[in-house]
């Protein structure tokens, strides 16, 4: 036997493995197989493999050297050269060429072996090539192993970390994928996508929200397919980032293991020669005194090695050591042949198993594989067993991709149609909207409208992105209402506050003047009491020297009463000043008076004297008095006309805030109807909504109620189903049995025939006698026929009554389906009815959209509709789910019943080829030629008959089964075609008519009477 020969090169990214067997044994036939298989191996995946791989190359199955990493590979390498010297990753330089990095070379050959399988030969050779390899190896300083070995532990750590974001990082690229593809709309002819039939990717633009994208739709629909590229370019980046990393650290772990490798090897071989000369120097002087001759090797001893190497047997010795050694290493060729074996094995049920999954996510059953019985085969032929098993198996998986590509296909064929029926739906929407907003918008608002978007087949981003710019503008015109409303109630507040602060300033004003008519009320009283304070001489006196006498005060106090009295007071100082410069005129005439006494001096000087002093008093407070009543009469006139341009101001502005209080008093009396009216309707609109959310939550309870019992008869139909599965498949293996006991009946029947021909010379004397005591064997054969026939018509009969009863359950599943239907159709005309009040609430809201709790409620509403519609959508897939099974239940039965029908029509044609038969012995009965001829000749007038018999019977037979298959064909026909009628009549009045959405989204609360009246 051969020894196996396994290498393993190495690439970056890709690793071959190449399984080598030369096989040179006493045969003559030489085969050497291949196993190639290209494996996908990154960096991460290799540390954290199940099972672990192991670290060592075997070569030729003892070779304990990497080829790799041997002498040559070994000089190659270049340490890496430190930048900071710090002793952190960053202190290294990574930029190793490819070709001095290290590959991660496995082997398939993982068996562990001991020391005593092993020939002496070859551990001898091992032992010696791993010395020659390690005298190279360069034993490094204790600090040197401990730093190596901590950077080996910091490169773990590193490495386990960078995996562990790598993984999230690969999720997140996942994610941004999916969203990429969600978005893209642009190539359309890509047959591995389902979703859309346009695009390479899947659209995201449904899964986001309205508000979402009214906000974004200012920026132009391809602002979220760039933002979802640049998010993949940026996943795609730092995924290829911390793939580089993770290669890079775990080629710089690679090479510090090598090295701490290395060191040890460096260290055991140091070891090793020390030991070795000890050995020598010991046995030295034994050996010293013998023949040189004698410590050489024969060449006969080496004769046969390289046989063994390469599994040629070898000549069998005198002591019997080769052979021995020849044995053993052919067991472990057997046991490197078996590893392998096992390890196809292993793999062909593990692609067997995928293959299984994939079949059961479709629906279809994986057959069994045969068992392979390898008793007395040889190894190569076991091997091409289970490759040939491997290429089936590719073969299966290679068919499963290609129906997984049509189903893609047929997918992206209905995701076309629903998208140009959606895109349909929404351009309806979008006309009724455009009308909505004509009749509410002013008219520059509507010259700067644009018409709604046509439909054009290539999706429906163009009219999602006009519904988006509607409700902006919608959103634009309720917020300019509430605007101009929130401005009345500040113009109301404003004119309120200029009345009070008229109001305070005319109370201010009249205070003034109270005060400035109780001042000059006490100057009115001050003069009266001065008036009536004099005497009677003193104010005659005055009265006479001052001319005519004024007119007395009166009680009641005037302004002109007042103005007369202090000018009558500065007329009288006047006089006082006159009469005071008569007085000192006089006074000196007196002086130069010489002739009078001194008496009459003195006295008419003391009557002078005290008449001066009391006219100096009178002039004095006159004039104080007179300066007062000046300066307050200054004053008096000033604040006067002050107080009169005030208060004409304030009457002015009074009147203008009188006018503009009127104004406002009007527009709040109008804006306060309104507002009434308004919360009158918002009243209203409450009860209803009050009472539409009744309605609703009854409508949930009841769409509840249905799911669970939907959901319980889905459990009694899939029970029912299972059950029918179960028969159909005792009904396929007994049709397997019974077409195997007509095989066998055929055999028989044919062997029989054999053997009544070879016995019919035989037997032909005993036959008179055996014909006459027990009858004719013809007979017999046909009794015997007859029975087995029956036999095959009870059991046709069990399998029709099986099928009626199949029938039967069936049409129980079919009368449920369609309870479950009409169900479905109440549910959908509630829910229309809903829809329709909802349409008629939200047509008589669109005028006051500016309560917000309405539109909040709305919304909670449509949140409540949405989700009892994804209940309905449920329920039609399951209705639909169901459906479709009794469609392939059906079909089964239909390609049972022709099966039937074929194999009754083939029991039939036997029961006729049988009929007439005759026996074969019976033409040898007589042995004169005169019975011979008139057996012949009835033979042959039977023979006649019964061919004309059988013929017509056929006839007959073929007839009446062409009339019943015609009959069956054409109620097939007629079913199909109201099944069809009726599944299109669903799909076009379904919750699944727009899109696979149960619903049409309502938009900020407004949906088109149209579209309810449709749904």
Request: proline fraction near 2%; charged fraction near 30%; hydrophobic fraction near 30%.
């Amino acid at each position: 036997m051969s020894r196996a020969k396994v290498s393993i090169s190495a690439a970056p990214n890709k690793t071959r493995w190449t399984l080598a067997q030369n096989d040179q044994s006493g045969y003559d036939d030489h085969k050497e197989l291949e196993l190639v298989t290209n494996m996908q191996a990154n960096g991460v995946n290799y540390d954290h493999h199940e099972p672990p791989l192991p670290r060592y190359v075997s070569y030729d199955g003892s070779q304990y050297s990497n080829p790799g990493m041997d002498r040559t590979s070994m000089a190659s390498w270049k340490p890496l050269r430190s930048v900071n010297g710090g002793g952190h990753h960053d202190d290294y330089d990574y930029n190793t060429p490819l070709e001095e990095r290290a590959s991660h070379q496995i082997s398939l050959n993982t068996r562990v072996r001991r020391s005593q399988d092993r020939d002496a030969v070859g551990q001898h050779l091992l032992y010696e090539t791993a010395m020659l390899d390690s005298q190279s190896y360069e034993m490094l300083e204790i600090a040197e192993v401990d730093a190596l070995k901590k950077e080996q532990a910091r490169l773990n750590a590193r490495i386990e970390a960078a995996n562990r974001k790598l993984v999230l990082e690969s999720k997140v690229k996942d994610a941004a994928q999916n969203l990429q593809r969600l978005y893209s709309v642009s190539s359309q002819n890509r047959p591995d996508t389902p979703q859309s039939p346009d695009s390479s990717k899947k659209s995201r633009s449904s899964l986001l929200s309205s508000r979402h994208r009214t906000s974004s739709s200012g920026s132009g629909t391809g602002q979220p397919l760039d933002q979802a590229k640049d998010e993949l370019a940026g996943s795609t980046k730092k995924v290829h980032e911390l793939n580089a990393a993770i290669k890079t650290l775990l080629e710089r772990r690679q090479f510090v293991e090598g090295k701490l490798l290395r060191h040890t090897a460096a260290v055991l071989a140091e070891q090793s020669v020390h030991a070795s000369r000890s050995v020598v120097n010991d046995s030295h002087a034994e050996t010293h005194g013998e023949d040189e001759t004698s410590m050489m090797y024969s060449p006969d001893d080496f004769d046969g090695i390289h046989d063994i190497l390469r599994g040629a047997p070898a000549p069998a010795t005198i002591n019997g050591w080769r052979s021995n050694e020849s044995q053993k290493m052919q067991d472990e060729h057997e046991q490197q042949m078996a590893s392998v074996q096992s390890r196809l094995e292993h793999l062909n049920d593990q692609l067997r198993y995928v293959i299984g999954e994939a079949s059961r996510t479709h629906g279809a059953t994986l057959s069994l594989e045969q068992e392979l019985h390898d008793a007395d085969e040889q190894p190569v032929v076991r091997l091409n067993q289970r490759l040939d098993r491997l290429e089936d198996n590719v073969h299966l998986l290679d068919q499963e991709q290609q129906a997984v590509k049509s189903h893609y296909a047929r997918l992206q064929d209905s995701v076309h149609m629903t998208r140009n029926a959606v895109e349909a739906q929404l351009e309806g929407v979008n006309n009724r909207l455009h009308n909505t907003l004509l009749l509410c918008a002013d008219i520059q608002d509507r010259e700067s409208m644009r018409e709604p978007p046509q439909a054009t087949g290539h999706g429906y981003q163009q009219q999602l992105q006009y519904i988006s710019d509607s409700l902006q503008t919608i959103e634009q015109q309720l917020r300019q209402h509430r605007t101009e409303l929130d401005n009345a109630r500040e113009a109301s507040d404003d004119a309120s506050r200029a009345i009070d602060e008229a109001q305070v300033r005319t109370t201010s004003h009249a205070q003034k003047l109270d005060e400035y008519e109780a001042t000059v009320g006490g100057l009115w009283d001050i003069l009266r009491s001065d008036v009536t304070s004099r005497p009677t001489s003193m104010v005659d006196s005055d009265s006479s020297e001052n001319g005519p006498r004024s007119s007395p005060l009166s009680d009641d106090f005037s302004l002109q009463a007042f103005n007369n009295r202090v000018q009558h007071l500065f007329s009288q100082a006047q006089s006082a000043k006159t009469q005071q410069d008569i007085l000192r005129r006089q006074i000196q005439q007196q002086h130069e008076l010489n002739g009078k006494s001194d008496a009459e001096k003195d006295h008419q000087l003391t009557e002078l004297q005290s008449k001066h002093d009391q006219l100096a008093i009178d002039h004095g407070a006159a004039q104080e008095t007179i300066t007062k009543a000046l300066e307050y009469r200054v004053q008096v006139e000033t604040e006067a006309s002050q107080s009169k341009l005030e208060l004409m101001n304030v009457m002015n502005e009074h009147e203008k805030l009188k006018r503009f209080v009127d104004t406002q008093k009007t527009e709040r009396d109008g804006l306060q109807r309104q507002l009434q009216s308004h919360q009158d309707h918002a009243t209203a609109l409450q009860e209803q909504i009050e009472t539409l959310e009744a309605q609703v939550a009854d409508i949930t309870n009841d769409a509840r109620l249905l799911a669970v019992e939907s959901e319980v008869e889905a459990k009694e139909a899939s029970a029912k189903h299972e059950d029918l599965s179960t028969q159909l498949t005792s009904a396929v293996s007994a049709k397997d049995t019974l077409e195997q006991r007509h095989a066998a009946v055929q055999k028989d029947m044919q062997d029989h025939e054999s053997e009544i021909v070879r016995l019919t010379t035989e037997l032909a004397i005993a036959k008179a006698e055996l014909d006459g005591a027990y009858g004719s064997r013809a007979e017999r054969a046909r009794e015997a026929q007859a029975a087995e026939v029956a036999g095959l018509s009870e059991r046709n009969a069990r399998m029709i009554e099986e099928l009626q009863r199949l029938q039967g359950e069936h049409e129980d599943l079919r009368v449920s389906h369609r309870d479950l239907t009409g169900e479905h159709e109440a549910l959908r005309i509630t829910h229309e009815t809903t829809l329709a009040e909802l349409e008629g609430l939200r047509a008589a809201a669109d005028s006051h959209t500016q309560q917000m709790v309405d539109a909040e409620r709305s919304e909670h509403l449509e949140a409540e509709l949405r989700g009892m519609t994804d209940d309905f959508q449920d329920l039609t897939r399951e209705s639909l789910e169901l459906e479709k099974e009794r469609g392939q239940l059906e079909d089964l039965i239909d390609s049972l019943r022709d099966r039937c029908d074929a194999l009754g029509a083939q029991l039939n044609d036997e029961r006729v080829r049988w009929m007439g038969m005759r026996s074969p012995s019976a033409t040898n009965v007589s042995s004169s030629p005169a019975a011979e001829r008139q057996s012949f000749t009835n033979g042959r007038a039977s023979v006649t008959s019964t061919m004309a018999m059988r013929q017509e019977f056929k006839k007959m037979m073929r007839e009446a089964r062409e009339e019943g298959v015609k009959l069956l064909r054409a109620e097939q026909d007629h079913r199909r075609h109201l099944e069809a009628e009726l599944r299109r009549l669903r799909q076009a009045h379904g919750p699944l008519a727009n899109g696979g959405t149960a619903v049409p989204r309502l938009t900020n609360g407004h949906v088109g009477r149209g579209e309810a009246e449709r749904w």
